[in-house]
Each structure stands twice: as C-alpha cells, then as structure tokens.
C-alpha cells in the first residue's frame, strides 16, 4: 500500500473514531492538514492508540483534600472551599502545553459557557493543571483568553504535590501527563455526588447534564 493510500484511511479512521466520540461539532473546524495532524496527535497521544470509546457515565463522592492553588491572576484558592459557593461547578484537568485532548476539551467547556451565558446559569468552571511546573499563573492566563474564559472560570496551577493530590481525589492520577484522559466532572452543589463523564463529551451533552441537576 502506498504512503499516500495509507495516510488517507488513517485519516478516515481517525475521524470515524472521533465522530463517534462526540466531537463531530469540532470535525469541520479541524478538517484542514493542520487539524488532521492534531487529530493523528490525538489518537496517539490517547491511550497509546487504543480507539476512543464513547462516553461513560457514572456518580460519586470525592473528598477534596485541604490545599492551596493559584488562579490565573495570582491569587490564592482554597481547596474545597474554592468548589463550595453554592453554584453547581464543572471540573477538569488539562495543561497549557498539550496540542491534543486539552484543546478540544477546553473548547467544549468554551462552548458549555457560551450556550449557558444567555441563561446567566448558576455555574462555575474550574481546570486544573495537571503540569504546574509549568503552567504558571500567567501562561494559564494567556490560555484562559485563547479560549474566551469569562469571570466564572478559573484556571489552577500550584505544586506539583497539590495537582497530584486533587488528581487521585479525582481518580484521574495516572503517573504522567501524557497518559491523562478526557474526563468531565459536573456537580450540582456542595454534598451532592458528582457526575463523571469519561470521554469527550460535547457541549450540548454537559449542558443537558447541567438542566438536569437535581
């Protein structure tokens, strides 16, 4: 088989797989050589190759540990108090320097406060680094305007020892940061169970999941 033969069915296979993830609202803006080789990037980078599966849904407690992180603008937050004002909070982990899953899943969360703005829902964001050596608060700034965060979402970064920690309470700790997972995180409000979504969910699925809080 030829080189240019081959290239072509891995990109019909890619974008197969990444349809049936959820994603097809992101297949037309990556549709050009650039997306596809971020698309190639993806699929290598998730799971060493394993095909994305659809998204798994489940409920659960977690306990957040005590710690402190940074936001964007430098300042300090405490954690659970940070999760705990009363508004329901979707939660993930990324870091600034990814070019596969973290972009498409900060664009979904773009695309949640987009589509919730006009409802002025009750709803904080949260992403927490999960490379705090370098994700400084400013680079987290500069990512947090790339992608249209409003006053309602916040980026964290801290100690590494801090990030790890929030993510084995979260159950999404594997060992380094090129074997994370797309992994959303929603709650209604501070004791009620959180609704974990393994895999690229799109923005109209954590916006029903958001109407449907109880």
Not at 77 to 85: M, W
Not at 89 to 97: D, R
Not at 185 to 201: C, E, M, S, V, Y
Request: charged share 20%; proline share 5%; with cysteine.
């Amino acid at each position: 088989m030829s080189i240019n033969r081959a290239n072509l069915l891995r990109r019909r296979l890619i974008l197969s797989m990444l349809a049936s993830s959820g994603l097809s609202p992101f297949l037309r803006a990556m549709a050009g050589d650039d997306g596809m080789a971020g698309m190639q990037e993806h699929h290598q980078h998730h799971h060493h190759g394993e095909a994305p599966q659809g998204i798994k849904r489940s409920e659960a407690s977690y306990g957040i540990p005590l710690l402190r992180l940074l936001r964007q603008d430098g300042s300090i937050a405490e954690f659970p108090d940070e999760l705990e004002t009363g508004r329901a909070v979707l939660l993930n982990f990324i870091y600034t320097s990814c070019t596969a899953i973290c972009p498409m899943t900060t664009q979904v969360f773009s695309g949640v406060q987009e589509r919730l703005l006009g409802e002025h829902a009750a709803l904080d964001l949260v992403s927490i680094s999960i490379d705090p050596e370098y994700d400084t608060p400013a680079r987290l700034a500069a990512y947090a305007r790339k992608f249209g965060a409003g006053e309602h979402w916040h980026f964290y970064t801290g100690t590494q020892a801090a990030s790890i920690a929030l993510q084995k309470a979260f159950n999404v700790y594997r060992g380094d940061k090129m074997n994370h997972a797309p992994v959303s995180f929603l709650r209604a409000t501070p004791g009620k169970p959180w609704i974990r979504l393994d895999g690229f969910a799109s923005p109209e699925q954590l916006v029903r999941e958001y109407h449907g809080l109880g």
